[in-house]
């Protein structure tokens, strides 16, 4: 049986971010990469336009450089509406601004493998709990729990919130999280990839997964 569409004020807009420095890729656009003859933020949409239950209704990109190379993939490429690289809150800035529908999705440029099911478990959690968003949660190499906090699904209602934490100099996802209803989706089942939010960081972390997919 199809799943219903969701109501219209389920609609998403999911974003990728892509605005950062890439200090520890050498300071080149990580979204931009190339793995596996795609650039990571072609693979960020492609898995977007996947989702288990239907893709969001709306696909942008926030970046901060090669605005021309990213609008060539043909989604808005929004910038963060505060200067200074300040980190995914601006990018989350960035989507609430220019968005159009009630809930943002967003995820990181360099996770390329994160679950297929992500918007659908995240939406779950945020009707059922009544929250004002929605983050991910996954075991690190140790099998302690993290949150995924750039892995975050949130109300259109929170930019004035998002605005004024950035205005005070604040950048931190999680600072600005716990001041608001926030459920927080465990991706432990057996049945989850161990590696889904496991992210690209360096050369090195890019060169080993193009190897392991060689393998």
């Given at each position: 049986m199809t799943a219903p569409a969701p109501s219209l004020a389920e609609a998403v807009t999911a974003l990728v971010l892509a605005g950062g420095r890439g200090s520890r890729m050498g300071g080149v656009d990580k979204g931009l990469v190339r793995v596996q003859g795609a650039p990571l933020v072609q693979h960020a949409?492609?898995?977007?336009r996947?989702?288990?239950?239907?893709?969001p209704q709306e696909l942008a990109i926030n970046a901060n450089r090669h605005l021309a190379d990213y609008a060539a993939f043909?989604?808005?490429?929004?910038?963060?509406p505060v200067p200074g690289f300040v980190g995914p809150l601006a990018g989350f800035a960035?989507?609430?601004q220019h968005g159009r529908t009630p809930l943002l999705l967003t995820v990181p440029c360099d996770v390329p493998r994160f679950p297929l099911d992500l918007l659908q478990r995240l939406r779950h959690a945020l009707l059922h709990e009544q929250a004002?968003?929605?983050l991910a949660a996954a075991p690190d190499?140790?099998?302690?729990?993290r949150w995924q906090p750039v892995f975050c699904l949130l109300r259109a209602g929170l930019r004035q919130s998002l605005l004024d934490h950035l205005g005070?100099?604040?950048?931190?996802?999680?600072?600005?999280?716990?001041?608001?209803?926030?459920?927080?989706?465990?991706?432990?089942?057996?049945?989850?990839d161990p590696l889904?939010?496991?992210n690209l960081n360096t050369p090195e972390q890019v060169r080993a997964l193009e190897a392991e997919r060689a393998d």
């Open positions: 949409l492609q898995r977007l996947a989702q288990a239950g239907g893709a043909g989604v808005p490429v929004w910038p963060d960035a989507g609430l004002d968003l929605a190499e140790g099998g302690v729990m005070m100099g604040e950048c931190k996802v999680q600072a600005w999280a716990r001041q608001h209803r926030c459920a927080v989706v465990a991706f432990d089942a057996s049945t989850d889904a939010f496991r």
